[in-house]
């Protein structure tokens, strides 16, 4: 193969990271076992001492879990990447194999509901300190890293106000703080958005969604560079007990080959969703960050190459407005989940930030009137046709 560095992105997905067995197979080799045997006791005692290289066991590697970690590594431009076996398991393990009692963290307020339990309940339970800021807001950032820090945690465009966050300039004062960067980059995906060449340290993903993409499998990948990863990710992992399923590292293979054809057919399709749904009687506001209308629209689209495939709107007339016109929906399903190939709805103040209580709402800008719409595969045409048909019903009372 060409040297793989040379390759681009959609070559990467199909070829990256793939070892053929013996038997020459097309399609990446699904190693659906938990142990490995050694040909001699001299061998297992070599492959303990690290002076050869074996599998050993599944919790600490496996030939289809590697591969897959590989192709995800070339495609971000990372040194190393571990996978997880969801999303939140990425995002512990980057925080927990690194900070220690009396460490601090600083993270943006409008994170992952999940992310945001870690950083307000779990870290402090450990005794590491964790503050937040309003992630758009430079001045917060300046008086929080004013002081030291050891982690940044921050997510963007964010769920599910798609707010977007100067990763270049968080960077810099963070690293000033002594702190590294860590981006939660699902809502960007790594096809249109590359934290690490915009100054982050860590990248890591929830490749339940845009990366499996077909709402199939739960995972978690952690990218940084091939030390960390090393000395500090790989021990924590390894102990603790993340692991990623061999059957479910090879489902991702298989996403991450078509994932340039589905994120950039449901990004276009979003943004044509946007546009229709800024036209249209009864919807307040439209958040998209490749809309001109967008409050970041100028430094979103010098961090990302495109808007994403998903938009935020606010109906005018709130929570019973919003949930007329979701159960009005014909093709476009109610569910928490994002990035399928197939279109979802969700009211976040009712599910996903329910639990986070009125007063974090509201600092978050999310209102009892805002849905979000994970955009899928379906002709954008069927889409605007039921939104537009559940809108009639909305109004209608
Ligand atoms: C879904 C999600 C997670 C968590 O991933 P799981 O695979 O569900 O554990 C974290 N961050 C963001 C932004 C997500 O959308």
């Not at 009396?102 to 870690?118: E, K, P, Y």
Request: net charge neutral.
């Amino acid at each position: 193969m060409t040297s793989p560095s040379r390759l681009r992105p959609s070559t990467l997905l199909v070829h990256g990271g793939t070892e053929r067995t013996l038997h020459g197979e097309t399609s990446e080799a699904l190693f659906l076992t938990s142990g490995f045997v050694y040909d001699s006791a001299e061998q297992a005692e070599a492959t303990f001492a690290g002076t050869v290289r074996h599998y050993q066991y599944s919790r600490f590697g496996n030939p289809t879990v590697t591969m897959l970690e590989q192709r995800l590594a070339l495609l971000e431009g990372a040194e190393a990447c571990r996978v997880t076996a969801t999303g939140m398991a990425a995002v512990h393990a980057a925080l927990l194999s690194h900070l220690k009692r009396g460490d601090r963290l600083v993270a943006s307020r409008a994170l992952f509901g999940s992310c945001h339990w870690i950083v307000s309940t779990l870290l402090p339970r450990y005794g590491i300190e964790a503050e937040f800021v309003d992630g758009t807001d430079m001045q917060q950032w300046h008086a929080a890293l004013a002081r030291p820090a050891q982690m940044v945690l921050l997510e963007t465009p964010s769920n599910p106000m798609l707010e977007v966050i100067d990763l270049a300039a968080v960077a810099a004062l963070a690293h000033a703080a002594g702190a590294l960067v860590v981006v939660d980059n699902v809502f960007a995906t790594p096809l249109l958005q590359q934290p690490l060449q915009l100054g982050a340290d860590i990248v890591v993903y929830s490749c339940t969604k845009h990366i499996d993409g077909q709402g199939r499998v739960l995972g978690g990948a952690v990218l940084a560079g091939a030390k960390w990863i090393e000395d500090t990710l790989q021990p924590f992992i390894r102990n603790t007990g993340p692991a990623l399923s061999p059957f479910n590292a090879w489902l991702l293979l298989k996403g991450l080959e078509t994932l340039p054809l589905r994120v950039n057919a449901a990004s276009a399709s979003a943004a044509r969703v946007a546009g229709f749904l800024a036209t249209q009687p009864g919807i307040a506001r439209v958040w998209y960050p490749a809309r001109t209308d967008h409050p970041q629209h100028a430094l979103a689209m010098t961090q990302m190459s495109a808007g994403g495939t998903l938009v935020t709107f606010e109906v005018a007339d709130g929570k019973d407005a919003a949930f007329r016109l979701m159960n009005a929906l014909r093709l476009i399903r109610i569910s928490n989940n994002l990035g399928d190939s197939k279109s979802l709805v969700t009211h976040p103040a009712t599910t996903t930030h329910m639990r986070i209580g009125a007063p974090e709402r509201a600092r978050l800008g999310i209102s009892d009137g805002v849905v979000r719409l994970s955009v899928g595969l379906e002709d954008a045409a069927d889409l605007t046709d039921d939104l537009g048909a559940a809108l009639a019903v909305m109004r209608g009372g």
